[in-house]
């Protein structure tokens, strides 16, 4: 195999940009997994270059107001909300 | 509730008095958006959600007069071959005690099997209504990209996935079928099926005199060896009613499922990045900033199984993998596609073991993931092609366990299959 095996900063790193935390074993069995996972999915630089199909078109529909959720249907499965919003942690 | 762990809730839905599915229940796999009934994708993430809209197919159900008995268990947001993965707990076969019933749908599937519903939904991203139809005996249909809307479908990756219907046989599954496929105005990728006589279940006429039958012999090297026996009896049953087979030659599939994981594991890191808990889902709490709290609740509402499907295919899309992984995986999808157009040129439908092995031991795959990816390399160049498939019942191994027959269409072709279908179910 041409990359080195995953190894446990990787791994924290990808929790990290997916915002997932994780707990220490999973992140232990994660780097085994991934190893294998990624290693299998290296067969994929057999696949030779090929056209892809262009005739795909953009499907569009008049930017019109129509009926919508209610604010407060919108708002229902919220754990949080003030005067109407929603209200969530600081962003940084 | 059942003993086998079919249903997450079964509070019933009612549809219109009349209609073609008037005295008919239709259970629905839970990660599909039922008004005012909770709608969980197996998840804990979402173990309260209660959507405020009905799904497009929920509403044809509805209209068509049909009884929708329950929302069944599935893998946590659609991410499993086993069904093993739920929040609420595993499902067990009803038909094959102390096997799995396979996944993702594997609730729709067993409630079907058991008898507990008539018909079900579910929904195949890379073999979840083929899988579990496979391994409970009953009848799966994985429709053409764009037949059927997946407006209320929560999202695992959109590229791939379609809405089918789970049957006791072929003309009940048509039937299904013929309720909730065609355009909808939500969902821009469903188009008009071209034009085609009479119904999907009209189709189901069981008459396959002159069928051409292609077999791609990729799909039947290292599956079990009595798998593939059963196979080969169905297509000899198949044979002596008027169709007729030759080998096949499909050399992208060999790449498919590694091609498929990597793209649905990157859809998947984008898709279940809404799961913030601020405006639905499990709340990360108040503390600290949002990315912490977005962390938290990640940590806490999803399951192992997500999680290694949103790392890996966030490792897929980073800087330095993407041309490595992402662009690979899209190449390996135009070739896939390319050579079962090739392949479907000369023959009318192609026929493969829908799984490779019969239905494994509950608990015996969960160690290795990677084990249970490969098991999905029959069913996933289809979701890549975006064509049609139909998994029927093909007969059983010597201890009584169900194997599936995979007939695979051209786009729209789903009469091709439904009629090859019907000649066995």
């Known amino acids: 195999m041409s990359d080195p095996a995953v190894d446990p900063e990787e791994v924290r790193h990808v929790a990290d940009l997916a915002r997932v935390d994780l707990a220490d074993d999973e ?3 994660f780097t085994e997994q991934f190893g294998d996972i990624l290693d299998a999915f290296e067969a994929l630089d057999d696949v030779p270059e090929t056209e892809r199909e262009a ?23 919220a754990s949080d909300t003030e005067e109407g919003q929603f209200k969530g942690p600081k962003v940084s | 509730m059942t003993a086998y762990n079919g249903y997450v809730t079964d509070e019933t839905i009612e549809g219109a008095e009349d ?11 839970d990660n599909i958006s039922t008004e005012g009934v909770r709608t969980t994708c197996g998840s804990a993430m979402l173990s309260d959600y209660v959507p405020p809209y009905d799904a497009t197919v929920v509403q044809r159900l509805k209209d068509a007069g049909a009884t929708i008995p329950g929302k069944t268990n599935m893998d946590e947001f659609g991410m499993g071959t086993t069904t093993e993965t739920s929040a609420f707990g595993p499902v067990e076969n009803p038909v094959a005690e102390g096997r799995v019933p396979g996944g993702s749908s594997g609730g729709s ?4 099997a058991a008898g507990d519903a008539d018909l079900a939904l579910g929904s195949d991203t890379g073999g979840s209504i083929r899988c579990p139809a496979a391994f409970c005996g009953v009848v799966g249909i994985k429709p053409t990209y764009g037949l059927v809307s997946r407006y209320g479908l929560v999202a695992y990756a959109n590229s791939l996935e379609q809405i089918g219907p789970i049957a006791p ?33 009209a189709a189901a006429d069981g008459d396959v005199d002159g069928l051409s039958i292609g077999v791609p012999t990729e799909l039947l090297d290292g599956a079990d060896q009595e798998v593939v026996e059963t196979f080969w009896t169905a297509l000899d049953d198949l044979e002596a009613q008027g169709a007729s087979y030759h080998e096949v030659d499909l050399p992208s599939v060999e790449h498919a499922v590694e091609a498929y994981y990597v793209i649905a594991m990157s859809e998947a890191s984008s898709n279940l990045a809404r799961f ?22 990640r940590e806490e509402g999803f399951g192992e199984e997500v999680k290694r499907r949103v790392l890996l295919g966030t490792y897929a899309l980073s800087a330095g993998y993407h041309d490595k992984y992402y662009k690979k995986a899209q190449d390996a999808r135009a070739w896939v596609k390319q050579d079962f157009d090739e392949a479907l040129d000369d023959a009318d439908v192609l ?14 795959s969960l160690d290795d993931p990677l084990t249970m990816y490969l098991a999905d390399a029959n069913t996933t160049p289809v979701n890549l092609a975006n064509l049609p498939a139909i998994s029927v019942p093909a007969g059983e191994t010597d201890d009584g366990l169900p194997v599936g ?21």
């Open chain 1, 27 to 29: 992140i232990e069995r």
């Open chain 1, 55 to 77: 005739d795909l078109s953009n499907v569009m529909r008049p930017d019109e107001i129509r009926e919508s959720l209610s604010q407060e249907d919108a708002l229902q499965n």
């Open chain 2, 19 to 29: 209609g073609p599915l008037a005295d008919t229940t239709v259970a629905v796999k």
């Open chain 2, 109 to 112: 599937a067993a409630v079907v």
């Open chain 2, 169 to 201: 046989t072929v003309e009940d599954a048509a039937e299904l079928l013929d309720v909730i496929a065609g355009p909808d105005e939500h969902d821009a990728t469903t188009q008009e099926a071209p034009e085609a006589d009479g119904s999907y279940a």
């Open chain 2, 276 to 297: 913030d808990g601020v405006r639905y889902g499990q709340s990360g709490g108040y503390d600290g900033n949002w990315n912490d709290s977005f962390a938290n609740a």
């Open chain 2, 351 to 364: 026929a493969s073991p829908t799984m490779p092995v019969p239905p494994m031991k509950r608990g015996e």
């Open chain 2, 405 to 425: 027959l995979q007939l695979v269409g051209p786009a729209f072709g789903e009469r091709e299959i439904i009629r090859a279908g019907s000649a066995l179910a």
